[in-house]
């Protein structure tokens, strides 16, 4: 089977957001997530339960989540972690209105945003280095990225893997339509591993550790495809009801978030510790994983680099339309708008001081 970019990506990534953004509007926000043309409320407002998808990644949010940082600096919320496999799933539940915040990769965020999803950038977690990166197996024959012609590489569709592995062929001139690559969710990939059913993955920690445990070698890492030119990240997504209904749960979120970095970034070996309970990995493993990522704290967003100022946007938005251009060419998505539209969905503005 050959990778049919116009077959398997585009209903992935499109039609699946526009069904339950048609299910959203029908039905109205959930309890979590208050209509923004209901009743006004208190900017001080707290809701009673705050719903977090977050993804198994080995950053300040899972040190957060770990030592509970949310539920001490909201005792009276109730706090609802709710995991998920990929961006593409945030996605989903972001446009059902199913939970209040989100976790995504550079490639589905752009996704959403280009499609009108209804969220916008709160919080920029990290910068992806070698935490992600196409592994092999040891007896596959690839040595090089020019070897992976005709082999089978999983895997999955529209995250950063997907874009970071459809980037490093692209700058070593490769078809694409010469490879079969195949869509697998992360924990899915460690099995075909095992069964010797794929050649290679290109996949994020944990996954990655694991298949390197078992004779596994990295042919490139997404450090290296960042250096050609197509850089990769993930980055938090508030539902605009919930932060226009709850602006002080989201500025406390955000100083959870902060915590959890400094924890992260001044205590690495009991960050480690927590961490590796949640990623399934060994203490020492853990460390590894956590070198292999840039962690953002909050004085950092508006670093012109990254969100910036709401008179000054980040350069961040420019990676995100730039993203989304990319994912027009690959046929995920129809159309990237105008780099205004990606401007306008940075929340930057919560991180200027009132006068």
Excluded at 222 to 245: C, D, I, Q, Y
Excluded at 266 to 279: D, I, N, R
């Amino acid at each position: 089977m050959r990778y049919d970019r116009i077959s398997v990506l585009r209903p992935i990534l499109s039609l699946t957001i526009a069904a339950f953004m048609l299910l959203a509007a029908g039905c109205g926000s959930s309890s979590g997530t208050p209509s923004a043309s209901g009743k006004e409320r208190d900017a001080d407002a707290l809701p009673k339960e705050i719903r977090i998808g977050y993804q198994v990644s080995p950053n300040g949010e899972l040190v957060a989540k770990a030592l509970g940082l949310a539920e001490k600096k909201m005792p009276d919320v109730n706090i609802s972690w709710i995991p998920f496999e990929s961006g593409r799933d945030v996605n989903t539940a972001m446009a059902s209105g199913s939970i209040d915040f989100g976790l995504v990769g550079t490639p589905p965020g752009a996704s959403g945003i280009a499609q009108g999803l209804p969220n916008k950038v709160y919080y920029i977690h990290d910068v992806i280095g070698d935490s992600e990166a196409l592994v092999v197996q040891s007896g596959s024959g690839i040595h090089s990225l020019e070897d992976i012609r005709g082999k089978t590489i999983a895997t999955t569709f529209g995250s950063t893997s997907h874009f970071s592995l459809l980037s490093a062929i692209k700058q070593a001139g490769i078809d694409p339509a010469d490879i079969r690559i195949i869509d697998m969710q992360a924990p899915d990939l460690l099995a075909a591993w095992q069964r010797g059913d794929i050649d290679g993955a290109y996949t994020w920690q944990p996954v990655q550790s694991k298949l390197l445990a078992e004779h596994g070698s990295i042919v490139i890492s997404s450090k290296e495809v960042a250096e050609g030119g197509a850089l990769t990240g993930e980055f938090g997504v508030v539902h605009n009801s919930f932060a226009a209904s709850y602006p002080a749960a989201v500025k406390l979120y955000i100083e959870v978030l902060d915590e959890g970095t400094a924890y992260y970034r001044e205590h690495p070996q009991e960050a480690a510790e927590a961490l590796s309970q949640e990623l399934g990995l060994s203490v020492e493993e853990t460390l590894k994983a956590m070198s292999e990522i840039t962690v953002l704290g909050a004085s950092e967003q508006t670093d012109p680099r990254y969100l910036g100022t709401p008179e000054e946007p980040g350069q961040f938005a420019v990676l995100l339309k730039q993203t989304a251009d990319f994912l027009v060419e690959q046929q995920s998505i129809k159309s990237a708008p105008e780099l205004s539209v990606f401007q306008e969905a940075l929340l930057n503005e919560l991180y200027v001081e009132a006068p």
